[in-house]
């Protein structure tokens, strides 16, 4: 490369430049290994939240909670894991934005719409994403038996410290972290009897075989 660009610009052969073109090369080399390691490690953290949220999805099955994972609406589209026992019908959001490391760094909201991790705004509008996860699972139910029940959003946020007790405003989404999410959930009343909670896993679980099946 330094010898294409030395005989596009006509120049002679000269340390400087070649020293200067070995920076820029060791420079964007860096740049690319560091993004590469941050995605590695966000990948890392992924598997990991569900390695530790099975410990939190265990307690919840002792207190009468039914998870549901990899399921689809009548679009085909996927609904998200989806948390049915006695505090309700819960949709959960996983989104995996390693901590940086700063001391005392917390997620937080700030008003309805704006989360910040530590220092920053959240990119991409993770609380909306819950809500909308929280709609399709809410349609699909309505679709399925007719029936409008009120699913509440979860955000997860592995790795994070929850900063503030949420105003009962703010509860519309529930902040967790993978360590929180058992406590968080087992905290909200009571809305939904053995029968209720049934009914509404049969909607998962009643699905028509296919023909010749």
């Given at each position: 490369?330094?010898?294409?660009?030395?005989?596009?610009?006509?120049?002679?052969?000269?340390?400087?430049?070649?020293?200067?073109?070995?920076?820029?090369?060791?420079?964007?080399?860096?740049?690319?290994?560091w993004?590469?390691?941050?995605?590695?490690?966000?990948?890392?953290?992924?598997?990991?939240?569900?390695?530790?949220?099975?410990?939190?999805?265990?307690?919840?099955?002792?207190?009468?909670?039914?998870?549901?994972?990899?399921?689809?609406?009548?679009r085909?589209t996927?609904?998200?894991?989806v948390?049915?026992?006695?505090?309700?019908?819960?949709?959960?959001?996983?989104?995996?934005?390693?901590?940086?490391?700063?001391?005392?760094?917390?997620?937080?909201?700030?008003?309805?719409?704006?989360?910040?991790?530590?220092?920053?705004?959240?990119?991409?509008?993770?609380?909306?994403a819950?809500?909308?996860?929280?709609?399709?699972?809410?349609?699909?139910?309505?679709?399925?038996?007719?029936?409008?029940?009120?699913?509440?959003?979860?955000?997860?946020?592995?790795?994070?410290r929850?900063?503030?007790?949420?105003?009962?405003?703010?509860?519309?989404?529930?902040?967790?972290?993978?360590?929180?999410l058992?406590?968080?959930?087992?905290?909200?009343?009571?809305?939904?009897?053995p029968?209720?909670?049934?009914g509404?896993?049969?909607?998962?679980?009643?699905?028509?075989?296919?023909?010749?099946?």
């Open positions: 490369g330094y010898e294409w660009l030395r005989w596009v610009m006509r120049t002679e052969l000269h340390p400087l430049w070649m020293t200067a073109f070995a920076l820029c090369i060791a420079l964007y080399c860096s740049v690319r290994a993004w590469l390691w941050a995605r590695l490690r966000a990948l890392q953290t992924g598997q990991h939240v569900w390695r530790t949220m099975g410990m939190d999805f265990s307690l919840l099955g002792e207190r009468g909670y039914y998870l549901f994972d990899g399921e689809v609406d009548e085909g996927p609904l998200g894991p948390l049915i026992g006695p505090g309700g019908v819960f949709s959960l959001t996983v989104r995996t934005s390693p901590p940086t490391g700063r001391p005392f760094e917390k997620a937080k909201r700030v008003g309805r719409s704006e989360l910040r991790l530590g220092r920053r705004p959240a990119f991409a509008d993770p609380l909306g819950a809500r909308s996860a929280a709609r399709r699972v809410a349609n699909h139910f309505r679709a399925v038996t007719g029936e409008e029940i009120s699913v509440t959003p979860v955000l997860v946020l592995p790795g994070w929850i900063g503030g007790a949420p105003t009962a405003d703010e509860r519309d989404v529930l902040i967790v972290s993978e360590t929180t058992a406590a968080e959930v087992l905290s909200c009343p009571p809305q939904l009897e029968k209720e909670i049934l509404y896993c049969d909607v998962f679980q009643s699905r028509e075989e296919p023909e010749g099946a």
